[in-house]
């Protein structure tokens, strides 16, 4: 028998998915800190459970501009905090043999396993981290080039993206886990129809394929 959900990345068994965002203090793994850390853990059975914690930190050695970017004031200082033992170990149990997935998702690999080290535990999930902007990008581009931020990857692709909740973990995680789904849909596609691949999207300038969201703008081409 055939398994006709054999290419479907949420029904595939024996692979177990970690959509993931962390945000941060700046850019040092030494000096900064973890402030805001979201994941979506889709299990090898295709169920998926949301998890979105702030770690305990100070804002000892902040970056000014990483807190502006990440609306720390308003958007995360005002929430309750975590220990380590309360999110990561649900993080590390979540992550056990997963493929880690998310926009750079070697930074947040970084400040993940240096928080294990301070609890004296070892990371177990795959060696391999799937980065969703280099993941995208052969269905987007015509042409060799840099991976594009998250906010230009999604547009391309043509899913709404909000800059208004962008730099937000948890929002990041799902657009990360959005941009992995359209392209296993495109590409199965494009494999039960034997037709092209979708046209290539420049990558500045407005995507005709991409709607914003209702009552958000689609030209920031930063985000």
């Known amino acids: 028998m055939v398994d006709t959900n054999a290419d479907d990345p949420k029904t595939r068994a024996g692979t177990r998915f970690v959509f993931l965002d962390t945000e941060t203090t700046g850019l040092d793994f030494v000096r900064h800190q973890l402030t805001e850390v979201a994941w979506i853990v889709r299990f090898e059975d295709g169920r998926e459970e949301t998890r979105c914690f702030v770690p305990e930190h100070t804002l000892d050695g ?45 930074f947040d690999a970084r400040h993940l396993e240096m928080a294990a080290a301070r609890i004296q535990r070892t990371p177990t999930w795959d060696h391999h981290l799937l980065d969703v902007e280099t993941f995208a990008l052969p269905l987007i581009s015509d042409a060799p080039e840099a991976p594009r931020s998250l906010a230009k990857t999604c547009r391309a692709l043509g899913i709404p993206h909000d800059k208004d909740q962008a730099h937000g973990a948890l929002y990041d995680a799902q657009q990360a886990m959005r941009v992995f789904d359209r392209v296993h849909e495109l590409l199965a596609a494009v494999r039960a129809s034997g037709g092209p691949l979708p046209p290539p999207v420049p990558r500045n300038g407005r995507d005709d394929r991409a709607q914003p969201e209702t009552g958000q703008g689609s030209t920031d081409s930063t985000t």
Do not use: C, M, N
Not at 89 to 103: N, S
């Open 62 to 106: 902040a970056d000014e501009t990483a807190l502006e970017i990440t609306h720390y004031h308003e958007r995360i200082a005002p929430k309750p905090r975590s220990p380590a033992s309360e999110w990561l170990v649900q993080f590390l149990d979540d992550a056990q043999r997963a493929v880690l997935v998310g926009a750079v998702p070697d």
